[in-house]
């Protein structure tokens, strides 16, 4: 055997079974055996949020009431967050969606929420993947390649004594269908996290003030007194006295008495 045939025959022994498989990886497509499997997750939440829920979680000192007025109404009292999926596998398999929940990590303890409603889709998606609706986990949705799930926790009531910021991590359960790379992939159900918080504020303005009611003092007044007034009585009129009666001198009171003697025996002679 010429030599240069007999060197290649030493390399190929000494390789062995080992070059055979390097020669078989060299020929396999690309999009096989260079490409990996995944999904990309992202979660944002609206901040800042409110605390207080009402007056009575806003002391002020300062207001006549001793409360504040808070400003919290509807969703300004609640989390916002939106967790998004994407199905960025290289492989360009599908991903299959079953589910998402969300935990908030709450001073009064971890708050979950199960089966999140749905709140968008791009991309090409099939399957249960309305929109405001959880997905049927024995349907799921669909993801093609590119394609991204959007889904909506907004069901926790902030507490005045939560944490600032307030923690939480969104969970996605998800399936890679394998249908264009099988190699290295996994079909089996896998749960994605990613974590996100919500900034904090109290909510509260200062409450009304108080305008102080002025009080009198008293001021020593002189007590003005009564002058008294004459009034008129009803006086009778003025009777005139009577006329003075005559009296008789004694003289005259004999005369008289021996007048009335003689008349009167005057009058008994006559009889």
């Known amino acids: 055997m010429p030599k240069p045939l007999r060197a290649h025959a030493s390399i190929a022994r000494i390789l062995g079974p080992g070059a055979l498989l390097l020669g078989i990886w060299l020929f396999l497509p690309a999009s096989l055996h260079a490409q990996g499997h995944g999904v990309s997750i992202f979660k944002s939440c609206v901040s800042p949020k409110n605390t207080c829920g009402s007056d009575a979680d806003c002391a002020d000192p300062n207001s006549c009431t001793g409360l504040g007025t808070c400003t919290s109404s509807g969703a300004n ?3 916002e967050c939106t967790i998004t999926l994407l199905n960025s596998d290289a492989s360009l398999d599908d991903i299959r969606v079953n589910a998402a929940s969300d935990t908030v990590f709450a001073a009064g303890g971890n708050q979950v929420f199960n089966n999140l409603p749905v709140s968008g889709t791009s991309g090409t998606v099939s399957g249960d993947c309305d929109v405001g609706t959880p997905i049927d986990p024995t349907m799921g949705c669909i993801l093609d390649p590119t394609a991204s799930i959007s889904f909506i926790s907004n069901q926790y009531v902030i507490q005045p004594t939560d944490p600032d910021p307030l923690p939480d991590l969104a969970a996605v359960q998800v399936q890679d269908q394998c249908n264009v790379n099988p190699v290295g992939c996994n079909p089996g159900v896998v749960t994605v996290t990613f974590g996100a918080s919500t ?14 009611t002025p009080t009198n003092t008293p001021t020593n007044t002189a007590t003005p007194t009564n002058t008294p007034t004459n009034t008129p009585t009803n006086t009778p009129p003025e009777v005139p006295p009577p006329p003075p009666v005559p009296t008789l001198s004694f003289p005259m009171m004999v005369l008289l008495g021996l007048l009335l003697a003689g008349t009167g025996l005057f009058l008994a002679r006559r009889q």
């Open 77 to 79: 009292h609640m989390n």
């Open 199 to 212: 900034d904090l504020v109290s909510g509260c303005l200062p409450g009304p003030t108080c305008t102080p």
